[in-house]
Nanobody
């Protein structure tokens, strides 16, 4: 069992920055890869970024070059640094955990085993 708690969301103007945190707990958390997804009202939960073994990271094209995912293994926390925010980044951001394997983490939400409750990010124009 893995528990995930997101924090760091808020209201920011376009062009601003936020850093989201995903605190993971559970006996086997190190065996899981963690990814960020986001969901706007009326839309599906979409992949944003994922962290895999070592420094391997993956991003959606829409956030590449603006968002950075990182993992602090000592504190079991995964961060999402978001820069140059745009109004279209407005959504609830969720972190999800999936058992690590040889392939990169999936980009579809239904393949994830655990989810946090999300944190709201609102970007004003």
């Amino acid at each position: 069992q893995v528990q995930l708690v997101e924090s760091g969301g808020g209201l920011v103007q376009a062009g601003g920055s936020l850093r989201l945190s995903c605190a993971a707990s559970g006996r086997t958390v190190s065996a899981y890869a963690v990814a960020w997804f986001r969901q706007a009202p009326g839309w599906e939960r979409d992949f944003v970024a994922a962290h895999h073994w070592g420094d391997n990271t993956y991003y959606a094209d829409s956030v590449k070059g603006r968002f950075t995912i990182s993992r602090d293994n000592a504190n079991n926390t995964v961060y999402l640094r978001m820069d140059s925010l745009k109004p279209e980044d407005t959504a609830v951001y969720f972190c999800g955990a999936v058992k690590r394997g040889p392939r990169p983490p999936p980009r579809v939400s239904h393949e994830y085993d655990y989810w946090g409750r999300g944190t709201q990010v609102t970007v004003s124009s």
